[in-house]
C-alpha cells in the first residue's frame, strides 16, 4: 500500500456540494463532490486525479467525515490517502473477514471460509444507562474445545465502548497466539479493525474534520494487540441463537445493571 499526503482546500461549499482543491506536493486538481447523489467531477485529467478517480471510494469518505465538522471556504484539511487499499462493504459481513498483519503490510480479505484449527474470541458488551455502567464478558475456545471465560465492567462508557473493550480485553490475553477468530456483533469493532485504525494512525490519530478520534487510547491499544497477528473477523447478528455469544451478551447486561 502506497501512502501519499494530501492537501484538501475547501473551495465553496452549499446546496450539498463542496468544491475543493487536492493537492499532493507535485500536482493538484480542483474536485466537486455531489453528496446528494455521492458523485465527483474533476476539472482537469492528469496523474493526481487518475488516483483520485481510482480511489474514489477512499476519497468519499476522507470528504464525508470532513463535511461533519461543517467546512468554510478556504479551510485546508490534510490527510494520509492509502492507494489501492482494500475497504470492506456491508455484504461482506455474511462471510469471514482477515486482516493479516504478520507481514510488513497489513492484508485485507474476504472468506466464505472459516480458518480450521484456530483460537476463537467471543465478545459482547452491554451499557445500562439507568446505572450509567458499561460490563463485557467474553469466551476464548481453544483448538481442543476448551473454554475460559472473563468479564469486567466499569462506570460510565457507552454501548460502542463496551464491545471495543471487550475484544480489547480479550486478546490481551491472547498476546502469544499469532491466529485468532474474532466474533463479535459490533460492526463498529470489525469495521475499525480493519479500516480505520490504518488511516487513523497516519493522521495521528484524528478525523478529516481534525477532531480527535473517539476513544482513541482504546483503539491505539486494540491497534497494538493486533500486531503479527491473523485476525479472523465473523460478524454475529445479536440474538440469532449462537450459545456462547448469548452467555456473553447475558453475562454482560446482568453486570451493567447490577
Known amino acids: 500500500m502506497t501512502r501519499k499526503n494530501l492537501l484538501l482546500t475547501v473551495i465553496a461549499v452549499g446546496n450539498r456540494r463542496i468544491s475543493f482543491e487536492v493537492s499532493d506536493g507535485s500536482g493538484r486538481v480542483m474536485v466537486t463532490y455531489d453528496e446528494e447523489h455521492a458523485g465527483f467531477t474533476f476539472n482537469e485529467n492528469n496523474n493526481l486525479s487518475e488516483i483520485l478517480v481510482h480511489n474514489k471510494v477512499q ?23 492509502i492507494q489501492d487499499f482494500t475497504f470492506i462493504n456491508d455484504r461482506d459481513y455474511n462471510h469471514f473477514i482477515r486482516i493479516d498483519r504478520r507481514g510488513s503490510v497489513p492484508l485485507i480479505s474476504v472468506s466464505d471460509v472459516e480458518t480450521t484449527g484456530i483460537i476463537k474470541l467471543i465478545t459482547d ?6 446505572t450509567d455502567r458499561s460490563a463485557f464478558a467474553g469466551m476464548i475456545v481453544q483448538k481442543d474445545g476448551g473454554e475460559e471465560t472473563f ?5 460510565g462508557g457507552s454501548s460502542s465502548l463496551t464491545e471495543l473493550v471487550a475484544v480489547k480485553e480479550g486478546l490481551s490475553r491472547l498476546n502469544m497466539v499469532d491466529e485468532v477468530q474474532v466474533n463479535t456483533d459490533s460492526r463498529f469493532v470489525i469495521r475499525g479493525l480493519v ?4 488511516f487513523w ?12 478520534v473517539k476513544y482513541a487510547e482504546h483503539w491505539q491499544q486494540l491497534d497494538k494487540l ?3 497477528k491473523l485476525l ?3 460478524w454475529i447478528k445479536a440474538h440469532s441463537g449462537d450459545s456462547r455469544h448469548d452467555m456473553c451478551h447475558q453475562l454482560a447486561k446482568k453486570l451493567a445493571t447490577g
Open 201 to 212: 494512525k497516519l493522521n495521528d490519530w484524528q478525523m478529516a474534520h481534525g477532531r480527535k
Open 232 to 234: 479472523e473477523l465473523k
Open 59 to 81: 476519497l468519499q469518505k476522507i470528504i464525508k467525515s470532513a463535511l461533519n465538522g461543517k467546512p468554510v471556504p478556504g479551510q485546508q484539511i490534510q490527510c494520509v490517502f
Open 151 to 155: 468479564h469486567g465492567s466499569f462506570t
Open 125 to 130: 458488551g452491554s451499557y445500562a444507562k439507568v
Open 226 to 228: 493486533g500486531e503479527g
Open 195 to 198: 479500516q480505520w485504525v490504518h
